[in-house]
C-alpha cells in the first residue's frame, strides 16, 4: 500500500500511529518507479490512474503541485527489453528512458486530460542545478507552468545523463525541485516505510518517525571569516 495520500486540499500521511492533516499552497510530490509498476516490471496502470485521480482533486482544490515521476526506464524496458540484444548498461538505461518517456508522458497527459488538466514535461539533469543560468531558466520555466494551471511532470533526462552525472535517485531530484520551487512540502511515494536507521532489508532497523533539524547561529568568530 502507498503511505501517503492526498485528499481535497489536504495532505494526509498515514503511520500506524496518527494521521495528521495541513493545508499547503505548493508541494512537490514525488512517485518512485516501484510504485508505478507492477511484480513484473510493467507499469501498473490502475494505480496510476488512482494517483491521478487523487492529484486531479488536489489540483482542484487549489493547491500547486509539481509531479516528480520515475518510471520511464521501467515503461521503455517493458516494450523493448524482448526485442533489444546484448547492450552496456547506460546505453540500454538510455533507450529505454527514450522510448519509455513518451509512453509515461502521454499516460499521465491521457489521464489527466480527462479532468480537463493540461501537463507539461521538464527534463533535467545534474548539470541544470550546478549553473546559475540554467538553474534560473529552470526555475522560471516551472514557474510559468504553475501560473498558468499546467502540471509540471519533472524527471532525469536519463537520454543524456551518464553514471558519474546522475542524480543518485529521484529522491535527491524532488529535494533539490522543492527548494528550487520554495515548496510547503515534499511528498515522496514509495514502497519503502521510511527513512531508516539501518538497512530497510536488515529485521533490526526501525523507522525514523520524526527527524528535528536543528540550527546553530553562528558564532562572532564566524561570522568575521565568512
Not at 78 to 99: K, M, N, W, Y
Not at 110 to 123: H, K, P, R, T, W
Not at 152 to 170: A, G, K
Request: charged share 25%.
Amino acid at each position: 500500500e502507498i503511505a501517503s495520500c492526498l485528499v481535497g486540499s489536504e495532505m494526509c500521511i498515514r503511520d500506524s500511529m496518527n494521521c495528521e492533516s495541513k493545508k499547503y499552497r505548493r508541494i512537490v510530490v514525488k512517485i518512485g518507479s516501484n510504485v508505478l509498476t507492477r511484480e513484473d516490471g510493467r507499469p501498473d496502470t490502475t494505480r496510476i490512474s488512482a494517483l491521478v485521480d487523487q492529484l486531479a482533486r488536489l489540483h482542484r482544490a487549489g493547491t500547486e503541485f509539481i509531479l516528480v515521476s520515475s518510471g520511464a526506464v521501467a515503461s521503455g524496458r517493458s516494450l523493448l527489453e524482448p526485442r533489444v540484444g546484448r547492450i552496456d548498461t547506460v546505453s540500454a538505461r538510455q533507450l529505454f528512458s527514450a522510448v519509455g518517456q513518451v509512453k509515461l508522458l502521454n499516460r499521465y497527459y491521457d489521464l489527466f486530460n480527462e479532468y480537463g488538466i493540461a501537463c507539461g514535461q521538464v527534463l533535467t539533469t545534474k548539470q541544470d542545478f550546478e549553473t546559475r543560468r540554467h538553474y534560473l531558466n529552470q526555475r522560471n520555466s516551472i514557474r510559468v507552468m504553475l501560473e498558468n494551471g499546467v502540471i509540471p511532470i519533472v524527471n532525469e533526462n536519463d537520454t543524456i545523463s551518464v553514471s558519474e552525472l546522475m542524480f543518485t535517485d529521484n529522491d535527491e531530484l524532488s529535494g533539490l525541485i522543492a527548494s528550487m520551487m520554495d515548496a510547503q512540502a515534499l511528498i515522496i511515494l514509495s514502497n519503502i516505510d521510511g527513512i531508516y536507521n539501518g538497512s530497510p532489508s536488515d529485521p533490526a532497523s526501525a523507522v525514523i518517525r520524526e527527524i528535528c533539524l536543528l540550527y546553530t547561529s553562528p558564532s562572532p568568530r564566524d561570522k568575521r571569516q565568512s
